[in-house]
């Protein structure tokens, strides 16, 4: 009986060692990927007014939200789901334009994006192509989620991202935020995080 039991001790052992460290190596894994799932993407203030020079100007009639996505980025998917859920209840419709990122020289359908149908079922939308990021530049916006909220004369109103994580969906400081803007048009003071790519990687 013995043997038996010592016999089992050994296998258990032996099986103790690689065991451990594989949970090791999966919390460390999966730590950073909460990490990145949490770590913003770069943002620039671009000031209080909508920037001249501008190809395209605010609605006159009502706020414009503009959005810089990248086509390839899977968490600007979560963006465009929020910005659905969060308009479809908003007392003021804003006009959105849509600025998608698309670097030179690449082939036709190369910003086909997954959410291409989820757009179209918003209302009063554009969408815009934006060549090497250009038009996003000049709203500071550096990374794909980027939101921001202008009134009717150009006066910014919100700045951030409506995603509480990269490719999350659901509540977040920023959808509650632009939620009230567009609601009470008060100003929310300073700009929320943005969790997405950056504009211009995945070309």
């Not at 909460?34 to 501008?54: C, E, K, L, N, T």
Request: aromatic residues 8%; proline residues 6%; hydrophobic residues 40%.
């Amino acid at each position: 009986m013995k043997v038996q039991v010592d016999e089992v001790c050994k296998v258990s052992g032996g099986y103790f060692g690689p065991l451990m460290a594989w949970f090791v190596l999966l919390g460390g894994g999966l730590a950073m990927m909460a990490g990145f799932a949490y770590s913003p993407g770069a943002i620039r203030d671009a000031g209080p007014v909508w920037p001249g020079g501008m190809t395209f100007t605010p609605a006159g009639d009502r706020p414009t939200l503009v959005v810089a996505l990248h086509p390839r980025c899977t968490c600007s998917v979560a963006t465009v789901r929020e910005l659905s859920r969060l308009l479809s209840a908003a007392v003021v419709q804003p006009h959105i334009e849509i600025l998608l990122y698309r670097p030179n020289h690449v082939a036709e359908g190369w910003d086909r994006a997954a959410f291409d149908e989820e757009l179209r079922r918003i209302p009063r939308v554009t969408v815009r192509g934006d060549v090497e990021g250009r038009q996003a530049r000049a709203f500071g916006m550096l990374t794909s989620g980027d939101v921001a909220l202008f009134t009717s004369d150009g006066h910014l109103r919100f700045r951030g991202g409506v995603t509480s994580a990269r490719g999350h969906e659901g509540e977040s400081d920023g959808g509650r935020r632009l939620r009230r803007a567009l609601s009470e048009g008060h100003s929310a003071p300073g700009a929320i995080p943005v969790f997405g790519c950056p504009l211009e990687s995945g070309d």
